[in-house]
């Protein structure tokens, strides 16, 4: 569901794991259900890193992250400093920018989709403010929920003072209206494809028709061509 530019990793640093292809296929299905996204990417002293995730209509999306700053003298990625902010820029599918600021090395960021569609989410830092990262690499651990996923249902209980019962069925009842969100957008997606493949079948239809009438004036302008060239020659 979400498209990154380069250079990420998601999930434990610990290691790779191979996995066989029914362990592969339900952690898809697992990831398609529940749609949060960790993971964590390295950015350069002017570097910006983007990434594409799709988003249906009236869907609240947080993002939460975390940078680590590179040390020569350890070899490992430390806390960075507080000096140390990333810039955060989303557009939605149409280029408009709905959120451009400035955050801390730890920060947290909200927006709600107004259009449906791929949203593009950059980040980079103000790494040209601080000499401490001159020349040096950031790592950025990012993770981002998605619709009913970025509700706190434990502080909506206690809020609501709402039974297990009730959480249950609250928590229920935003999971059927994702769902209904999710499948919107499928249908809305459905429907941009059609329109493509009708408007690019329509284009080869004209340009064969076009192609075939090309072929019959050139055939009759060859035909009345040999017909004068033989009449020339006084071979007919």
């Keep these: 569901r979400s498209t990154f530019s380069s250079d990420l990793v998601v999930g434990s640093s610990s ?3 191979m996995l066989s292809v029914p362990a592969a296929g339900v952690l898809l299905l697992l990831a398609w259900i529940y749609p949060g996204h960790g993971l964590y990417f390295h950015i350069g002293e002017t570097e910006k890193k983007c990434f594409i995730e799709e988003i249906p209509d009236e869907t609240m999306v947080i993002g939460k992250y975390r940078t680590q700053l590179w040390d020569k003298q350890t ?14 820029e989303i557009k939605d599918p149409d280029t408009k920018i709905i959120l451009s600021r400035q955050y801390g090395s730890d920060g947290r960021f909200t ?3 107004h259009t449906p569609g791929e949203h593009q989410i950059c980040l980079h830092s103000n ?4 000499a401490l990262f001159a020349g040096g690499k ?16 434990p502080e909506i209980a206690a809020k609501d003072k709402l039974t297990e019962l009730q959480l249950r069925v609250r928590q229920l009842l935003d999971q059927v209206e994702q769902i209904q969100k999710e499948q919107n957008y499928q249908r809305y997606r459905e429907e941009r494809f059609r329109m493509t493949s009708e408007s690019t079948n329509q284009r080869v239809l004209w340009w064969s028709i076009a192609q075939t009438l090309i ?22």
């Design 127 to 130: 790494s040209t403010k601080m």
């Design 75 to 88: 070899s490992s990625f430390l806390p960075s400093t507080p000096g140390l902010g990333m810039h955060v």
């Design 15 to 17: 290691g790779s794991m």
């Design 215 to 236: 072929l019959i004036v050139t055939g009759i302008w060859q035909m009345k061509h040999l017909k004068s060239f033989f009449e020339a020659k006084k071979l007919v």
């Design 138 to 153: 950031l790592r950025v651990h990012l993770d981002i929920q998605v619709g009913e996923h970025t509700n706190n249902y």
């Design 111 to 113: 927006f709600t989709s």
